[in-house]
């Protein structure tokens, strides 16, 4: 019996010490996250986005942005590669297949869908949905998770590039590497070429333009935070906070017709992951393991309004997530709000006061 007890420990000891002798597929930095804000004034919780429509409920799968087009039909980028249509009678179609992750989307002036794929760049595709290449490159650098998109009045496209080392689906070893590796570009129609406006950014995600256009903000989700770059005035090439310490991560943001900016919440603050960043061996132990032994995010439906000066005007809740939750985007749309989500089977429509 004690040759068996004793084997056992010798194999649990050779299994610990392989185990911590075997790369990592990260290098985690340091970071000392702020102490999140109460959730209080505007960020006050509410049950509000439970009376929101569900659109094509079990019908799609990841409809991650979505865009309005002017016959009122939904679009959105889902888990297969795929770009579905939802009809105004609900039935849902492909609208076309693009072969990687479909992530942000816009429709240009010319009525075509500017989309961020993940895997396959920033692509147009008309009407009859024709793909044409952009850009899958800038500075010599190819995109590896290009990711969400703003449109200028005169045809630029501001876009993200969110990891030039991690994909879409290595998202979360992003998450804890805590390393800049996003990079904000603008693509201009009339030279077809890309520049790069920002680099070193914690994860840059979601885009959108002023209502002037003399700024446009970038998301970093990973430091919970929103970066203004100034297009106009004396600050224009500059960037700046726009705001800091937000209660969640920031995933897309678009301009509004009723509010400046809505700001779709992945999930809320993890007290867990925020002290885990502390600790860069033990997210390097953590990057090793299988996801499902992985830190959950909390099931938690949140949508943000901001202003033109960065501050928090009110704000849409469902916790607990139990009608829309991992909420990834917010469009809105002849007085509606329409939610996407990275994983979600379904497409929210909230009816706005």
């Known amino acids: 019996m004690k040759k ?18 075997y790369p990592a597929p990260i290098d985690p930095a340091f970071w000392s996250p702020p102490k999140p804000k109460e959730m ?21 799968d990841g409809p991650e942005e979505t865009a309005v087009d002017r016959l009122g039909r939904v679009y959105g980028g889902t888990q297969d590669g795929k770009i579905v249509r939802i009809l105004t009678d609900g039935t849902v179609e492909t609208f076309v297949e693009t072969g990687g992750r479909p992530l942000g989307m816009r429709f240009d002036r010319h009525g075509s869908l500017i989309v961020c794929d993940a895997y396959k760049g920033l692509l147009s595709i008309d009407p009859k949905g024709a793909v044409r290449v952009l850009s899958t490159s800038a500075e010599g650098v190819p995109f590896l998770f290009t990711d969400a998109l703003d449109i200028a009045r005169d045809g630029t496209i501001y876009f993200t590039d969110a990891s030039f080392k991690h994909n879409q689906s290595q998202y979360m070893l992003d998450l804890l590497e805590a390393r800049p590796r996003g990079r904000f570009l603008a693509w201009d129609p009339a030279s077809g070429q890309t520049r790069v406006l920002l680099r070193d950014l914690y994860f840059a995600n979601g885009v959108a333009l002023s209502p002037g256009e003399d700024f446009v903000l970038v998301n970093e989700t990973y430091r919970y935070r929103i970066v203004r770059y100034w297009l106009k005035g004396p600050r224009a090439g500059k960037s700046d906070i726009f705001i800091d310490n937000l209660p969640g991560f920031p ?9 400046a900016f809505w700001v779709a919440v992945f ?19 953590m990057s090793k393991l299988p996801r499902a032994l992985w830190p959950r995010p909390e099931p938690y439906g949140l949508v943000l309004a901001l202003d033109e000066k960065g501050n928090i005007v009110r704000s849409l809740h469902d916790p607990g997530g139990d009608r829309l939750k991992a909420i990834t985007s917010a469009v809105e749309h002849n007085g509606f709000l329409y939610l996407g989500s990275l994983h979600n089977d379904r497409v929210g429509k909230y009816r706005l006061p």
């Not at 004034?41 to 509000?48: C, F, I, K, R």
């Not at 999930?267 to 132990?285: C, E, G, I, S, Y």
């Open 251 to 259: 995933d897309n943001i678009s301009a509004g017709e009723t509010q």
């Open 267 to 285: 999930t809320v603050r993890n007290k867990l992951a925020d002290r885990l960043h502390r600790f860069p061996f033990l997210k390097a132990q």
């Open 4 to 21: 068996i007890i004793l084997g056992a420990a010798v194999a649990a000891v050779v299994s610990i010490a392989l185990f911590l002798l």
């Open 40 to 60: 209080t004034g505007p960020l006050s919780p509410n049950t509000l986005l439970r009376n929101a429509a569900l659109l094509a409920r079990g019908k799609v």
